[in-house]
T-cell receptor, first 114, second 114 residues
Framework: DTEVTQTPKHLVMGMTNKKSLKCEQH?????MYWYKQKAKKPPELMFV???????INESVPSRFSPECPNSSLLNLHLHALQPEDSALYLC?????????????FGPGTRLTVT | GESVGLHLPTLSVQEGDNSIINCAYS??????FIWYKQESGKGPQFIID?????DKRQGQRVTVLLNKTVKHLSLQIAATQPGDSAVYFC?????????????FGQGTELSVKP
């Protein structure tokens, strides 16, 4: 299984809502990532988890809260988002976090904040 | 045809022709490079990677060339097909940096005319 799955595929939420994005992989990867991607732009790294511990936070606002319950799952909790947070949120995983292994991406969650 | 992937230019080629997509990377200390293909509505898909101790690597219909002297990376696609239409991103991983961080280029949109 070389697949990263993400749910939901689409999400519309108001600025006062609380929602969560979910990501799952069963490749035995020990590094997992959240990226944000705006239209016609490259993915921007948000968070890196290595062996279920947060290793990189790219100065992401606290309204985004990541969680790694186990080595296969990665969540992104959303609260009090702004319309400018509307984007495609991508999850990825890799064997290690050394940066010398390919990252496998999921299909993304298309988030719209109203 | 060829293009420089600095700010999402579009490269248009005829089906059956060869395509060359170029990328200038930023960090001379980067030791791992990767090309991704992203189709509309999907996550980035791995195409090919190369380490800094190599200057060429071939896959199926694709070749990556690395010129460390001028910090330049290129992706060559042979006999381009309509299914190759997508945005192509190069990414680099600096050695000894924050582990697992991929730095993406701006991307090039490839359009294949039948």
């Amino acid at each position: 299984d070389t697949e990263v799955t993400q749910t939901p595929k689409h999400l519309v939420m108001g600025m006062t809502n609380k929602k969560s994005l979910k990501c799952e992989q069963h490749m035995g990867h020990r590094a997992m990532y959240w990226y944000k991607q705006k239209a016609k732009k490259p993915p921007e790294l948000m968070f890196v988890y290595s062996y279920e511990k947060l290793s990189i936070n790219e100065s992401v606002p606290s309204r985004f809260s990541p969680e790694c319950p186990n080595s296969s799952l990665l969540n992104l909790h959303l609260h009090a988002l702004q319309p400018e947070d509307s984007a495609l949120y991508l999850c990825a995983s890799s064997h290690e976090r050394t940066g010398t292994y390919e990252q496998y991406f999921g299909p993304g969650t298309r988030l719209t904040v109203t | 045809g060829e293009s420089v992937g600095l700010h999402l230019p579009t490269l248009s080629v005829q089906e059956g022709d060869n395509s060359i997509i170029n990328c200038a990377y930023s960090n001379s200390a980067s030791d791992y490079f990767i090309w991704y293909k992203q189709e509309s509505g999907k996550g980035p898909q791995f195409i090919i990677d190369i380490r800094s101790n190599m200057d060429k690597r071939q896959g199926q219909r694709v070749t990556v060339l690395l010129n460390k002297t001028v910090k330049h990376l290129s992706l060559q696609i042979a006999a381009t097909q309509p299914g190759d239409s997508a945005v192509y991103f190069c990414a680099e991983s600096p050695l000894y940096n924050q582990g697992g961080k991929l730095i993406f280029g701006q991307g090039t949109e490839l359009s294949v005319k039948p």
